[in-house]
């Protein structure tokens, strides 16, 4: 790393899952006071952090759908220097499915919508600072239709890789840098229910969660100063631009 978290405060959303709790570890390992959210509060896992970090834990259960309450959430904050903004949902069906519309609405609603929510009052509230990292985590579904992934899931990333560039345009004139890593297929929870050949990856493996976290949590430091707008490929390379 160019540069060391020691002291920011770090905001990631989806903190219980594998990329997220593995980016939290990752940011508390290099210093960083953290800002757990997730739909259950990860109690346990911020306590782990400050035994082994001795850092500050902040946890909170949120839904990013709800706007009214993830603007209340910021707004509360007394210091925000990076948002990791991880909250997923990749659901593996079938888009023949009877229920399908009502999936897909949540799907986009979560893995889209939600990052709206959640990066609208942060910016504004890094406005003030005159600084700050956001960095959206796609996928390499967004970039090339992924290996498995249901067409809802690749509109709401593809979206997610789109919104980007807005909002670093938006971001840089206060002094906000915003990026993407798109993963490829991780070992986490998310990947654990389906299968996924990795005949079609040239590494011949997929990724561990940290392998994603290390790339996220350089995009929170002034190593990427001079970044915005980027997306990180992080994906064994199924996708080379």
Known sequence: MLDDLREKTILITGAAGGIGSETARVCAAMGAHLVLLDRDEPLAFAEELRKSCGVTVITRALDVRDRPATEKLLNELERLDAVVANAGFCPWDDWNDADWDDVFRQVVDINLLGVIN????????????????????????????????????????????????????????????????????????????????????????????????????????????????????????????
């Open 118 to 241: 959640l990066v609208r009052p942060a910016m504004a509230k890094m406005a003030y600072t005159g600084k700050g990292k956001i960095v959206l985590v796609s996928s390499v579904a967004a970039r090339m239709g992924g290996l498995k992934a249901s067409p809802h899931y690749v509109a709401a990333k593809g979206g997610v890789s789109a919104l980007v560039k807005w909002l670093a345009r938006k971001g840089a004139q206060a002094g906000i840098n915003v990026n993407c890593v798109a993963p490829g297929a991780s070992v986490t929870a998310m990947t654990a229910s389906t299968s996924i050949d990795t005949s079609g990856i040239p590494m011949g493996r997929m990724s561990s969660a940290r392998e994603i976290a290390l790339p996220i949590a350089f995009l929170c430091t002034n190593g990427a100063n001079y970044m915005c707008g980027a997306t990180i490929d992080v994906n064994g390379g199924v996708y080379m631009p």
